[in-house]
């Protein structure tokens, strides 16, 4: 006991080690921090010197962690606006439910195809659904996206994906945390988590008023102990009512975000995100035995075609029906591929549920390989659509002489 | 100039515009404070041709010169207040300009201008109220006139532009 603050300042100093590396290579810290925990962890050998199988604080890191998942989904919640959905527009809708819709028939498919069952089918398709917010905002960035005519789209259709996640995870945990297995109480816990959110947005709704008078506090000290006492109880009351933690979380989230006090809290917030959501990645990394990797490799790779192929295919459903061109819209599914975060809060939920092993595994390879290969595809998106537009004979290939056709003869205007 | 206003999720606001000179102009305000203006091909609107981030300090500087509201007292050259037709005009007395070295008296600037001089800011001695014909302007002064628009136009372009450049 005398060592674990050495062991967790280990585990911290890998962890930096790992954002420090991702960041000099302007990568997501995500795959990094997962594959440093898969190395080290229970089952990496005895250095002696230094322990790096942090047994004795495992159950500390584990606890950091989770503190990761509740402000990675209170901070969703905060985000997540109504209004804003409504204002988005008529694109947005149809190319958010296209995706949607695409990805989690697709996904359930899947999960019936490798002879899983129905619950472990409906985690993978909740999963396959989820892009990662994080990533896809950070690649834009970094790429200087953020003024092309897709990225609107794009985030406009993550917006209408995190509602998704939201009401997905409300429902798969009432149906997963339920202790009865009759179908009248899961309809019940189900119902339960069903009424709980709603709840939550009536309370948001009717009550911002009341909310904004009482979160009208000064002193940021008193203001940041008010929030955090909040959403530390609320996300624990819920997992009495068998709604997972999380979900809690991102309610109380939901309920602050109408309040004028929404940027304040996400300010403050955000570090503390950011803090906790890399031990998150890194106790995800301890938790997964290496050898079992095998296991899923197969399931996994072909989950990752699947992925790619129906966000490429949405991506340029969407684009097309909000007038972009094929270049445009042949950007949107490569950017917005990117798995992360919520992909492997959503496997935690099936994990949570013991349900088939296999999706450990399976949520780490599938992760690790399209937090990568999401933002490779991104940066070489012209690539990628040269060797599309060969195929599809979209348009005739943008060459120099092309470029020079279209300055000596203007379109009229 | 219509500006297209836009919410981006998760990184901030975009506002859009093509110019009269037909560029289109993209800037971003991320979340963090800083700005981004992009600027697209004139073939291929998809396409950024070029594109500057600014920090949130940089972009107010950057703010305050495109839209001409630096005041800065130490380098001012000329401001002017105008009370319906009458101008009141603060310009500094460059070297090469005209009535450098030259009395009020010896251009008549009340007679020919029909300006009226306020006053000499003097760099080094007194500052002049109400200078009379004899007084000298000295390259580095500023005077303080006072006209119609159209003369005060008139005297700037004779006697104290031409050594602007």
């Known amino acids: 006991m005398d060592h ?23 990568l997501s810290i995500i795959p990094f921090l997962i594959i440093l925990g898969m190395v080290v962890g229970p089952h990496a050998p005895d250095l002696g010197f230094i322990d790096l199988r942090f047994i004795d604080s495992a159950e500390i890191i584990t606890f950091l962690g989770r503190i990761g998942v509740l402000f990675l989904l209170f901070y969703l919640g905060l985000e997540f606006s109504v209004d804003k959905l409504i204002k988005s527009g008529k694109n947005i809708v149809y190319g958010g439910t296209v995706y949607v ?9 899947y999960g019936f195809l490798v002879g899983l069952g129905f619950y472990e089918a409906l985690i993978i398709a909740g999963m396959v659904s989820v892009s990662s917010s994080a990533i896809v905002a950070k690649v834009l960035v970094d790429l ?6 897709e990225t609107e789209l794009i985030l406009g259709i993550i917006l209408f994906d995190d509602i998704f996640l939201a009401v997905f995870l409300s429902v798969m945990s009432g149906l997963l945390l339920s202790d009865n297995s009759s179908t009248l109480s899961t309809v019940i816990s189900v119902l339960i988590s069903i009424g709980y959110m709603l709840l939550f947005f009536v309370i948001a709704r009717v009550g911002t008023k009341y909310l904004n008078r009482f979160l009208n506090i000064k002193s940021n000290e008193v203001f940041i102990i008010v929030v955090f006492a909040g959403l530390f109880f609320i996300a624990g009351f819920s997992e009495t009512i068998h709604v997972a933690e999380a979900i809690g979380a991102l309610l109380f989230g939901l309920m602050l975000s109408e309040t004028v006090h929404s940027e304040r809290i996400e300010k403050l917030v955000v570090p503390y995100r950011d803090f906790f959501g890399a031990i998150f990645f890194f106790s995800f990394g301890l938790s997964i035995d290496p050898r079992t990797l095998g296991d899923a490799i197969w399931i996994s790779l072909g989950a990752v075609i699947l992925t790619v192929l129906s966000n490429v295919i949405a991506g340029m459903i969407a684009g097309r029906n909000a007038g972009l061109s094929h270049k445009a819209s042949s950007n949107i599914g490569l950017t917005i591929m990117a798995r992360g975060e919520f992909t492997i809060i959503v496997a935690n939920l099936g994990i949570a549920a013991q349900l088939s092993p296999v999706l450990k595994p399976f949520s780490a390879l599938y992760v690790l390989i399209l937090a990568i290969l999401g933002p490779f595809l991104t940066k070489e998106s012209s690539k990628v659509f040269n060797l599309l537009n060969k195929v599809f004979k979209w348009q005739e290939p943008i060459t120099k002489k092309s470029i020079k056709k279209k300055i000596e003869s203007p379109p009229d205007a | 100039m219509n500006i297209n206003e836009c919410e981006l999720p998760g990184i901030g606001r975009k506002f859009e515009t093509i110019t009269a000179n037909n560029d289109r102009i993209v800037i971003i305000i991320h979340d963090d404070g ?16 070029s594109g500057v981030t600014f920090t949130d300090q940089e972009a107010r500087q950057f703010a305050s010169i495109m839209g001409g509201m630096v005041y800065q007292p130490k380098t001012l050259e000329s401001i002017n207040l105008a009370i319906n037709d009458l101008i009141i005009e603060w310009h500094k007395i460059d070297v090469k300009s005209p009535i450098a070295n030259k009395t009020i008296g010896e251009y008549d600037v009340r007679n020919n201008y029909n300006i009226t001089i306020i006053a000499i800011i003097k760099k080094e001695t007194e500052n002049l109220l109400a200078p009379g014909p004899d007084s000298r302007l000295v390259p580095g002064d500023t005077i303080i006139l006072s006209g119609a628009r159209k003369d005060v136009k008139r005297i700037y372009q004779d006697l104290l532009a031409k050594g602007r450049d």
């Open chain 2, 34 to 49: 800083n700005r981004e203006v992009y600027h697209y091909d004139d073939n291929d609107d998809e396409e950024s041709i």
């Open chain 1, 101 to 109: 819709a695409m990805n989690f028939i697709l996904g359930l498919g």
């Open chain 1, 4 to 26: 674990l603050i050495f062991e967790v300042g280990t585990a911290l100093l890998i962890v930096a080690f790992a954002a420090y590396f991702a960041g000099k290579f302007k």
């Open chain 1, 144 to 149: 200087r996206r953020t003024g092309n005519k």
